[in-house]
C-alpha cells in the first residue's frame, strides 16, 4: 500500500467510486418507478452520439463528446416518446426499437469512419479504460498535499467528482418533490408538484451520469450501478432514505472490491495479468444483489398473492 | 457497388455469400415471428437479457475447449455455451421476479450488466491465455464484419430453418397465450410451459444469430419486426405473419447489402434495414400511422366546417372564415359572393331541422344511448329509425324554409 498503490490505483479506485455513485443515485428511483431499463437504453445512444461529435470536430476531446452524447440521449427519449405516441406502442418495445437501431447507427458510423489515428472503438465505448486512469506524477500519499503532483490528476477525476456532486446535490434539494412523485404521481400533480417536469429530469439527471462515466468507466458500469446497488438496497429496507443511503454503500463497496480483485486478485492465484476492471466491479456489483435477494431483510414481496 | 448489391441479392456473389442471405433470412423470419409472441406478451426486453446473459458462456466454453486440448472456436461449442448461460440468466430473471419485491424491469437490467460484466471479465482473461492468442471471441459482440467460414453459414443456415419451423408448428398456442393467456389455461394450454417454450425460441434465435448479428444487437431482430407489424394489424396470427415477413426480408437485404461493400458490418445493416421499414409503416401505415392519423383530423375538420357552416347560413349570417367558404363552395352549397345557392339552402334546412330532431329525441329518449351519441355531426338517420323520425317531424310541425 504504499507509492505504486496512489500512483496506479487510487485515482481509479475513486473515479470508480464516484461513477457508480453518479448512477446509482438516479437510480434508485428508476427502480421505484418501473424504469429501470432507461439507464441501459441511454448509455447504449451514447454512442452514435460520440462518433457524430467525432465526425464532426475531428477530435475526441472531452466537451464535444460530452455534448454529443448528451444530445443523443435527449434526441433518444424524444423518439421514443413518439412512438409510444403515435404508433400507441407499449414503451418497452418503443425503447427497444431505439436503442438498438441508434447504437447500429453509431457502429456503421464507426466502421465507415477513420478512426486510426484515435481511441475511439467499440470496445472502448462498452468496457471503458478505468486501469489507465493512473496518476503519473504521484510518488506516494504525500502527493495528496503536493500542488505540483495534484495538478497531475487524471481530469476525469474532476469531470465525475463534479457530476456526482451535482447529482448528489440536485436529489438533495428535490427530495421532498422528488419522493412524492415517484410513490403517487397523482397525490404529486394534485399538492402542485410539475410531475412531468420531475420525471424527465430524473431522466436528465440519469442520462448526465451515464455520459459523464461512461467517458471514464465505461457503459458496463454505467447499466450496472444504475440497477444493482439500489435493487439491492431496495431489499434491505422499506424507507426510502436508508434505501438511498444502502445503495451507496453497495456502489462503493462494488466499485472498491471489483477494483481490487480485477487488480490484483490475478495475482493472488498466480497469474500476472489483472482483468476487466469494468467487468468485474459489474460483476462485484451482481452479487451482492445476488446476496441481497437470498438474504436481505426486506426481500419479500408484502401483500402481493402467491403466484401458483 | 449497386452491382455488387444486385449480385449478392440474386445468389451471384458466391457461395457462402448465398448461404449467409438465406441464413440471414430465415433468422429473420423466425425472430420476427418469434419476437411477435415476446412482445404481445408485454415481455420484449427479457431477449436483452437472455442476448447480454450469452457472453460468459461463450468465455467459459472457449476455455473450457482449449483446456480439453481442442480447438477454442469450435462454432457448435460455443453456441451450445452460450445456450447454457443464456438460459441461467433466464432462470434468474424469472427467479427475481418471483421471488423478492424487484420488478422485471429491475431483473431485466440486473442480469444483463451482471452477466455481460462477467462476460468481458473472461474475456479479458482469455486475451491473457498463453493459447488465446487471437480468439476472435470480440465478434460475438457486435457479429462478424468480414466473410463467415462456410461452417458458420450452414450452422446459421440450419439453425434458421429449424427456428422457423418451430415457430410455423407451435404458431397456434403461442398465439393463444400472448393473445389472452387466461383464456388459453381454460382451453387446456400450459401456459407457463408455452412461456418457456417461448423463451426457448428466442434462446434459439440468440444463439444461432450470435455470430451474424452479435449479441448486443440481436435483441433489434427480435423487437422492430413484431412492433413495425402491430402497426399494420389488430390481428394477432397477421401479427405474426408480417413480423416474420419483414424480419425475413431485413435480413435478406442486409445480409446482401453487407456483402456488397467493405465495411457494411452485417448486424448493424439488418438493424438499420429494419428501422427504416418500422419508420416507413409508422409514417403510412393505416390507423396507428402518422399520414393515417393527419388524415383522420383533416376529414373531421372539414365535417365540423361543413356542418357550422350550414347552420350559420341557416341562421343568415355572413360566413368569413375561409376553410369553411372552401368547403361550402366546393360541394357548390355557396356561390362565389357566400349566397347561399338552392342546394345550399336545402342542406342548411336540412341541418337546422336535423338539430331540433336532435333536440326533441334528446329530451324523448334521455336515458338511452341516443342521448350520448350527439355530437353535433352524426346524421340523425344513423342513430335513429325511419318511424322514429316520423314521429318526431310529427311533433316538431313543418320544417322552416332557409331564406
Redesign the interface.
Known sequence: MGAEFVQLSLTPILIGILAAIACALPGNFLILRRQALIGDAISHVVLPGIVVAFIVTGTITTWPMLIGAAGAAVVAVIIIEAIRRVGRIEPGAAMGVVFTALFAAGVLLLEQTDTSGVHLDVEHALYGNLESLIWFSAEGWGSLLDPQALAGLPPELFRMAAAAFIIGVLTIIFWRPLKISTFDEGFAGAVGVPTTIFSLGLVIAAAVAAVAAFDAVGSIIVIAMFICPPAAARLMTNRLEIQVLWSIVFATLSAIIGYVLAGYGPLWIGRDHAVSAAGMIATVSGIILALACLFAPHRARIGAPKEG | MLNAFLEALLFQAGYNTALVAIGAALLGIAAGGGGSFL?LR?R??VS?AVAHATLPGIGLAFMIMVALGGDGRNLPGLLLGSALSAMLGLIAVE??T??????E??A???V??????????L???IQ?MTRGYQAGL?SF??GS?AGMLYQDAVVIAIGGSLAVAFVLLLRRPMTLVSFDAEFAATSGINVARMDLVMMGLVMAVTVIGLKLVGL??I??ML??P??TA??WSERTEHVVFIAGGLGGLAGYLGAAFSASAP???T???I??I??TL?AIS?LL?PG?G?LA?FLRHKRFQIRVHRRQGLLALARGEVILEPLTRRVLRRERLIRRDGVATEKGRAAAAKAVRDESRWALARQLYQDETVYSRYDGLTPIETVLTRDEIADIDRRLGPPAPVM
Not at chain 2, 418471483?98 to 420488478?103: E, H
Open positions: 412482445f408485454k420484449a426486453l436483452d427467479w427475481i418471483r421471488n423478492t419485491r424487484l420488478a424491469d429491475a431485466i437490467g440486473a444483463l450488466s451482471v452477466f455481460f460484466g462477467f462476460g468481458v471479465v474475456l479479458t482473461i491473457t470480440e459482440l457486435l464484419t448486443i444487437l435483441v433489434a423487437i422492430i413484431p412492433v402491430r402497426l465495411d457494411l458490418p448486424g448493424p445493416i438493424v438499420l429494419s428501422f418500422f409508422l401505415a396507428r402518422v392519423a
